[in-house]
């Protein structure tokens, strides 16, 4: 059986109860290299043998995976954040279906999760946005021309770009051609969540600027949006005493 496991954004404690109990009981962890963090593997039992894919081929995952699966033995597939994101699980769940390995999965924390939470964000402030776009740069890996950054950068949304900081300076002009003001806020989250996490708030015209003042190439996020320093947002109807729902009458006005 092998797991597919969320690792979360970094912290040691940002697993899910599910993820510690799999990585507990497991004799074979393949971890996604250096963007898992290292005290996660802390959570393995005695004698549990350890493998980085960053070094490895696909083929060369699921032999190591088939080889486990023949002498019985449990394996953890360790992906960083969500292994729903960009994590490239459907070519090895091919892989296994062809060879007849069971497999499931396990939800994690996603780093543009950690990194809200890291800045103590809302995405979807009401008359702000009320939607999260989650893209990236094209890089080695093709992005459908339909999903260009200009073509949803025209929406004004909340968005946030996975594996594109080293390309920040067209990832601005981007931006800025399909529709966002230059002085949008933006920001720059590093590693969020691990001790060695950096953040900064910038403008959609400054994120070359920030990314090569600070170093930061990889391992971190673009987030774009007037909700990062939001004026004038409006407060939420759940909550508004003047709202009824299913579980409470209206009761007063608010002005
Ligand atoms: N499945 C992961 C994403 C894997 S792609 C998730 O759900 O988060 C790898 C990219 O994710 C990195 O290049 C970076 O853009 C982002 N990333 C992963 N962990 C991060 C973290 N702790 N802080 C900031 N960005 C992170």
């Known amino acids: 059986m092998v797991n597919f496991v969320g690792a979360g954004p970094g912290a040691k404690d940002l697993v ?15 971890y996604t290299g250096s963007l898992i963090n290292p005290e996660l593997l802390e959570y393995a039992k005695p004698g549990c043998q350890f493998y980085n894919s960053a070094r490895m081929t696909l083929e060369e995952v699921i032999d190591v995976i088939k080889d486990a ?38 939800p994690g924390v996603s780093s543009f999760c950690g990194a809200a939470a890291s800045l103590n964000l809302e995405y979807t402030l009401p008359g702000i946005s009320q939607s999260v776009i989650i893209t990236r740069m094209e890089g080695r890996t093709p992005v459908p021309t339909t999903e260009s950054i200009e073509s949803f950068a025209a929406h004004n ?8 900081t080293g390309m920040a300076g067209s990832l601005s002009q981007k931006l800025i051609s399909g529709g966002y003001s230059p ?3 933006a920001a720059i989250v590093y590693k969020a969540t691990w001790a060695d996490e950096e953040k900064y708030i910038c403008t959609i ?5 920030t990314a090569q003042k600070h ?16 004026g004038g947002y409006n407060r939420s109807e759940l909550y508004n005493p003047c709202f009824s729902t299913e579980y409470r009458e209206s009761s007063q006005e608010i002005s």
């Open 16 to 30: 899910t109860v599910r993820a510690q109990r799999l990585l507990s009981t497991a004799g074979v962890i393949i």
């Open 69 to 106: 699966h023949n002498n019985g033995t449990e394996i953890v597939r360790l992906h960083t954040g969500d292994p729903s994101i960009y994590g490239a699980i459907k070519e090895q769940m091919d892989k296994l279906d062809e060879l007849g390995i069971p497999y499931a999965s396990c």
């Open 157 to 164: 949304a909340t968005m946030v770009l996975f594996l594109s």
């Open 183 to 185: 002085d949008t806020p």
């Open 205 to 209: 015209g400054t994120l070359e600027e």
């Open 215 to 230: 170093n930061i190439s990889k391992t971190a996020l673009i987030i774009i949006g007037n909700i990062i320093v939001p």
